[in-house]
Structures are given as C-alpha cells and as structure tokens.
C-alpha cells in the first residue's frame, strides 16, 4: 500500500470536483479523503495500490466536466493511519 498527499490546482471548487474524486477513488477502492483548501485548490490524501493511485491521478488531471486542473502535484508519504473509506472533508 501507497500514499499520496495530492493538491490540485486550477477551477476545482465549485465544479463538483470533490464529488467527482470521491467517486473515482471509489471506483477503484480507495481510501482517504478529499477537501477544498482555503486557496482555492483540492487537498486530497489517497490510500491504496500504486497501479491504482497512479489510474486514480490520470482522472484526476481531466477532472469533471466544469473544471480545468492548471497543475497538480503529487507526494508519497509514508503510511501511519489506515483509513476504512474515502470521505469528503468540510
């Protein structure tokens, strides 16, 4: 198991953005969570296999419909908590 801390730039919060990351991670099974920063980007931290991560990233960069991602970087971090599911945060 992988994880990434993921922040996503560009026209990402109010486009449906969080729920599109949502449904995708859930697609691919997994687990984190997804929330809008204060500076107008998406924090996500994602959990699971790297093949996975790597797919769910790919859909990241197109995003929904409404959105335009201008950038997204991509860190690994080392695994402390494991978490059960993947969430959206407020």
């Known amino acids: 198991m992988v994880q ?4 996503v730039n560009g ?3 109010g486009v449906g953005f969080r729920y ?5 991670a859930d697609i691919l099974e997994l687990k984190g ?3 809008n920063a204060p500076d107008g ?3 996500i931290l994602v959990q699971g ?3 996975d991560v790597d797919t ?3 859909y990241l960069r197109i995003g929904p419909t409404r959105s335009h991602v201008s950038s997204l970087q991509k860190v690994e971090m080392q695994v402390v908590n494991v978490f059960s599911e993947f969430t959206i945060r407020y």
């Open 49 to 51: 296999h790297q093949t």
């Open 41 to 43: 980007s998406v924090l």
């Open 20 to 24: 599109f990351t949502k449904k995708q």
């Open 56 to 58: 769910f990233t790919d």
């Open 11 to 13: 026209r990402v919060q």
């Open 4 to 7: 990434y801390e993921i922040k």
């Open 33 to 35: 969570w997804v929330k």
